[in-house]
Every structure is written in C-alpha cells, then in structure tokens.
C-alpha cells in the first residue's frame, strides 16, 4: 500500500499562491492515479482533482478550474497541487489520496473521482489558511 506524505501548506494572504507536494512511497507509484481533497471546519470532505496515472488526464472541482493545477512526477513519485488565485473559501485541511487504477481505463477514475471510497490511501493531511 502506498504511503502518503503531503508537505507544503501554510498561510498566504487572499490572492496569493502555494503548492502542496504529496510524497509516496511503499509501493509502485505510477499504479495509482491521485487525488486531492480538503476539508473546511464542521465540512465534508470535497474531492478538489484528480490525476491519472501517467499524468495525462486531470479533473477539477469546479470551484477550483482555471486556479489549481495538479500535476505528478513518476520519477520522484512525488505528486503537486499548484493553487493560485486563493481566496478564504480554500482554507481547509488537504489531503492527497491514491487509487490503485492499473485495470481503469485511462488510468483514472471515471465520474466518481471526486468520491473518497476508490481511493485506497490518505495522506496526514495538512492545512492551508487563506487571510482576507
């Protein structure tokens, strides 16, 4: 099972920019497609993108399109999420989590992507604060 650390979040200003890192490790990482999700205080969590396995197929929230982009690097198995634009309605926990997707076509999940049960292993998760 692949282990997940993210690292990178922090506090920034309305408008400003961060990007989280998801470090895998404990298994093959270009197997499993990435998500990342967020949790608000007293919120569910929210599936914010996706990512397949070899990187060429992503999926956003539509609250985040055109701010966040997620990429990876299957050499470092590092996966990213480059959040710009940020206002205080992105502050929450983060998480990264992976899909074991080598029998998904494309590899990467369909419709249900944004769901937490495909995914197979969470990050810690680690907070992001946005100030107005």
């Known amino acids: 099972q692949l282990k997940l650390v993210e690292s990178g979040g922090g506090l920034v200003q309305l408008g400003g920019s961060l990007r989280l890192s998801c470090a895998a490790s404990?298994?093959?990482?270009?197997?499993?497609?990435i998500g990342w999700f967020r949790q608000a205080p007293g919120k569910g969590r929210e599936g914010v993108s996706c990512?397949?396995?070899?990187?060429?197929?992503?999926k956003y929230a539509d609250s985040v399109k055109g701010r966040f982009i997620v990429s990876r690097d299957n050499v470092e198995d590092t996966a990213y999420l480059q959040m710009t634009n940020l206002t205080p309605e992105d502050t929450a926990v983060y998480y990264c989590a992976a899909e074991f997707a080598v029998d998904l076509p494309n590899g990467i999940s369909g419709a249900g992507w944004h769901l937490e049960f495909p995914y197979d292993s969470w990050g810690q998760g680690i907070q992001v604060t946005v100030s107005s």
């Open positions: 990512i397949s396995r070899n990187g060429d197929s992503t």
């Open positions: 404990g298994a093959t990482f270009d197997y499993y497609s």
